[in-house]
């Protein structure tokens, strides 16, 4: 063989060889993961916390994990839960690198003790986020659903077309929106588009009585475009469910913040009673959605904590079981038809409708 020819075949096999183990590399750097071994207690909402320092992004490790975890809401000790490493904050993979494990709650589980009243245990039973009665998020608050009128919020706007050209044709009410898509939308007519005002997409739910209906936020629009002719475009900025074409529009910025006030324990005869469940689940549990009837004195506030009571039982020889507190929510959101709470923690799996709700700490 010429000499040349030699050297030139091995320099081309050595670089071939190197883009294969350059190629390798970056494959395995796109892949590379963590694994984090569930503990009694951990919830995705408490990995996502610690691994990602935000609990609302739990269904990336749950959509990354679905050959091990069936049921978000239910994950078993010793499972192995894989985390994307990119997406890792850098001193949770310096603390691994290092042998350490970043905190969750340890020692409970998904029933957890709760805030009671003043002259019990106080304490939200370590869910992350709830260490103090006070820490309503504001992500709780604009994707809460709500009750209003049957057929809807009045004077609303709503998503008239997709942006994105789609190449394969379907029909409009085959049309979904993903997060970051735009949509070309009509505003409700007491409302003058401003670049960056937030709207709240929403779909009506189940009517309640005969004259509320729920109200199910499923997503939040940006404009971020007004054309000649009045056209407003607007981009999809947060997602909580499904969201199609003809879905009204609300504007943001009636929702009400939460409070900074610190709730105070009180003692109170009254109740209230759940009156709806968010997707009427087998077994509700931490972060799940309920409304209770609007029928309280003094008025309910976003921020109050109510103890949820379960007294339907009977024993075998029919006598009642006594009524025990078996969990508790805490209202993020209220209209005049009802008020929405959620689960921040329950020691039975009975939460269902018709529970009575005491009110056990409220916004003064």
């Known amino acids: 063989m010429n000499r040349k020819l030699f050297f030139w075949i091995s320099g081309l096999a050595l670089c071939l060889a190197g883009s294969r183990a350059s190629a390798q590399q970056t494959v395995a750097a796109d892949s590379a993961e963590i694994v984090h071994v569930v503990k009694t207690g951990d919830t995705l909402w408490d990995i996502a916390n610690a691994y990602l320092q935000d609990p609302f992004r739990w269904p990336e490790i749950f959509q990354r994990n679905t050959d091990v975890v069936e049921n978000p809401h239910w994950i078993y000790p010793g499972e192995h839960i894989r985390i994307r490493a990119s997406a890792v904050r850098a001193d949770v993979l310096a603390a691994r690198a290092q042998g350490m494990e970043p905190?969750?709650?340890?020692?409970?589980?998904?029933?957890?003790?709760?805030?009671?009243?003043?002259?019990?245990?106080?304490?939200?039973?370590?869910?992350?986020?709830?260490?103090t009665p006070t820490a309503v998020r504001w992500g709780e608050i604009e994707s809460a659903p709500y009750i209003d009128t049957v057929g809807g919020p009045r004077r609303t706007g709503r998503i008239n077309s997709r942006m994105e050209r789609i190449a394969v044709r379907a029909s409009?009410?085959?049309?979904?929106?993903?997060?970051?898509?735009?949509?070309?939308?009509?505003?409700?007519?007491n409302r003058t588009p401003q670049l960056g005002d937030r709207y709240l997409s929403y779909t009506l739910g189940a009517e309640i009585g005969e004259t509320g209906q729920v109200v199910v936020p499923t997503g939040v629009f940006v404009i971020d475009s007004i054309?000649?002719?009045?056209?407003?475009?607007?981009?999809?900025?947060?997602?909580?469910?499904?969201?199609?074409?003809?879905?009204?529009?609300?504007?943001?910025?009636?929702?009400?913040?939460?409070?900074?006030?610190?709730?105070?324990p009180v003692a109170s005869s009254a109740t209230n009673k759940v009156v709806w469940v968010q997707n009427d689940p087998v077994l509700p549990s931490l972060q799940h959605y309920l409304m209770l009837d609007p029928g309280a004195s003094p008025p309910i506030s976003v921020g109050d904590v109510f103890a949820l009571v379960d007294g339907d039982e009977k024993l075998r020889n029919d006598q009642p079981v006594p009524a025990e507190e078996i969990g508790y929510v805490q209202i993020v959101r209220v209209s005049r038809y009802g008020a929405t709470g959620i689960i921040v923690s329950h020691s039975e799996p009975v939460i269902r409708v018709g529970n009575l709700a005491r009110r056990i700490a409220r916004i003064p």
Do not use: C, K, N
């Open 103 to 131: 905190t969750t709650p340890s020692d409970v589980t998904v029933f957890r003790g709760g805030i009671v009243a003043a002259d019990r245990r106080v304490a939200f039973g370590g869910v992350v986020g709830r260490e």
């Open 227 to 264: 054309r000649s002719g009045g056209l407003v475009r607007a981009r999809l900025d947060r997602q909580f469910g499904a969201i199609d074409l003809e879905q009204g529009l609300l504007p943001l910025d009636l929702v009400p913040r939460p409070s900074s006030v610190e709730t105070v």
């Open 172 to 189: 409009q009410s085959d049309v979904r929106f993903q997060l970051y898509d735009h949509a070309y939308v009509t505003l409700p007519s």
